[in-house]
């Protein structure tokens, strides 16, 4: 009887001891799994501070970027406006010269025109002058040269200058009667201005 409590006691206590394992397995498995799920919120945890970070660099990054292309449009602009203005500019320091330049030969002009107008003798002479005038006439055309007109138009300040003035019922109100020199324009720009004589 007495081995059979031996017996028995050594079952319980290999009893107690597979227990015993067994519950440190179990505890080690909950032990396990606990640390586990701390080391998976951790990692949450870390990996959520990481992608906040992440987020306000792209958020810094596109207001760098969009402070960027607000500069090169302003910059696009300014140099649209600068290429157009000095385009401007050459056009009108072209053109002031250009003008500049045809009014010195305008008196050559005149006094061509005098030479013919002088003499109604068709001599050799008076040929290769009038044929000088008017290829010096047509070469001014071809540069846009224009002659501004006279004779029996309205007096426009603008294009005109009166000289003289004459009371004549043959002719309107402020009507050109008399050229006294020709008048000139290049596009908008008045080369010269008619020197007339007007009626009324």
Do not use: W
């Not at 501004?148 to 000289?163: R, T």
Request: net charge negative; proline share 2%.
């Amino acid at each position: 009887m007495t081995e059979d409590i031996k017996v028995n006691e050594q079952f319980n206590e290999q009893d107690k001891k597979e227990q015993e394992e067994q519950k440190e397995q179990i505890d080690d498995q909950v032990n396990s799994s606990d640390q586990t799920s701390y080391e998976s919120e951790a990692k949450e945890d870390v990996m959520q501070d990481e992608i906040e970070v992440i987020k306000s660099q792209l958020e810094e990054k596109n207001k760098e970027c969009n402070e960027y292309l607000e500069l090169l449009k302003r910059t696009k602009a300014e140099f649209d406006n600068f290429r157009k203005r000095t385009q401007r500019e050459k056009e009108i320091i072209y053109d002031d010269g250009f003008a500049d330049a045809i009014k010195n030969l305008l008196p050559v002009l005149d006094n061509l025109e005098r030479a013919v107008d002088s003499t109604d003798e068709r001599t050799a002479f008076y040929e290769g002058v009038e044929m000088t005038l008017k290829l010096f006439k047509d070469t001014l055309s071809k540069l846009g040269i224009e002659e501004i007109p006279a004779i029996n138009e309205k007096f426009d300040p603008n294009y005109h200058n009166a000289v003289m003035h004459i009371e004549d019922e043959n002719y309107g109100e402020n009507v050109i009667v008399e050229v006294f020199q020709k008048g000139y324009k290049y596009k908008d720009k008045i080369l010269r201005y008619s020197m007339v004589k007007v009626a009324n």
